[in-house]
T-cell receptor, first 116, second 115 residues
Framework: AQKVTQAQTEISVVEKEDVTLDCVYE???????LFWYKQPPSGELVFLIR??????QNEISGRYSWNFQKSTSSFNFTITASQVVDSAVYFC?????????????FGTGTRLTIIP | DAGVIQSPRHEVTEMGQEVTLRCKPISGHDYLFWYRQTMMRGLELLIYFNNNVPIDDSGMPEDRFSAKMPNASFSTLKIQPSEPRDSAVYFC?????????????FGPGTRLTVT
């Protein structure tokens, strides 16, 4: 069975600080996909990134970066120079490969508050 | 391009009434998912379809819930009869798993309140 753990329930930082959101996953599959989604106060779920299990390269997109480490089963998300607009709930999710395994298993989310 | 469209955005109904939620996936996507979000249980999958065929409905709570996808452009989730514990935000999502893309795109959600 697959499982995603986001141990940080809530984080508050002052604007312009860097912040890292942790994600640890469990799966028996050797091929799988990891995702981060953002849920702002308006409630929609916004796709941020997908990472394939066979690609451990870290990724940077503007102020966002992701660190994928298979050895520790972690897929952490860092926001550099945080802004008030980053305030949201962030979900890490996992999907396994193969037909019949396409669903997303979500973590419980981390509520990030950026204090101006 | 239009994203996933859901209607209604808000639904308030009385216990025992029938509720129908609607979803239009992104054109060209071959997977459609229904999720429910509650404070207690977080985000959980209810059912999903591939090419209009239900693949996994193990998350459907009980017989009061049913979902259909009569064509590639439309799906419904029906609750009959509704109960207060069905109050939640219901999300529809779609994806296309060809060419190595697997991300799901979510609609705005339907906030259901059953009194």
């Amino acid at each position: 069975a697959q499982k995603v753990t986001q141990a940080q329930t809530e984080i508050s930082v002052v604007e312009k600080e860097d912040v890292t959101l942790d994600c640890v996953y469990e799966t028996r599959d050797t091929t799988y996909y990891l995702f981060w989604y953002k849920q702002p106060p308006s409630g929609e779920l916004v796709f941020l990134i997908r990472r394939n299990s066979f690609d451990e390269q870290n990724e940077i997109s503007g102020r966002y970066s992701w660190n994928f480490q298979k050895s520790t089963s972690s897929f952490n998300f860092t926001i550099t120079a945080s802004q008030v607009v980053d305030s949201a709930v962030y979900f890490c999710a996992l999907s396994e490969a193969g037909f019949g395994n396409e669903k997303l298993t979500f973590g419980t989310g981390t509520r990030l508050t950026i204090i101006p | 391009d239009a994203g996933v469209i859901q209607s209604p955005r808000h639904e308030v109904t009385e216990m025992g009434q029938e509720v129908t939620l609607r979803c239009k996936p992104i054109s060209g996507h071959d997977y459609l998912f229904w999720y429910r979000q509650t404070m207690m249980r977080g985000l959980e999958l209810l059912i999903y379809f591939n090419n209009n065929v239900p693949i996994d409905d193990s998350g459907m709570p009980e017989d009061r819930f049913s979902a259909k996808m009569p064509n590639a452009s439309f799906s419904t989730l029906k609750i009959q009869p509704s109960e207060p514990r069905d109050s939640a935000v219901y999300f529809c999502a779609s994806s296309f798993r060809g060419a190595g893309t697997y991300e799901q795109y979510f609609g705005p959600g339907t906030r259901l309140t059953v009194t």
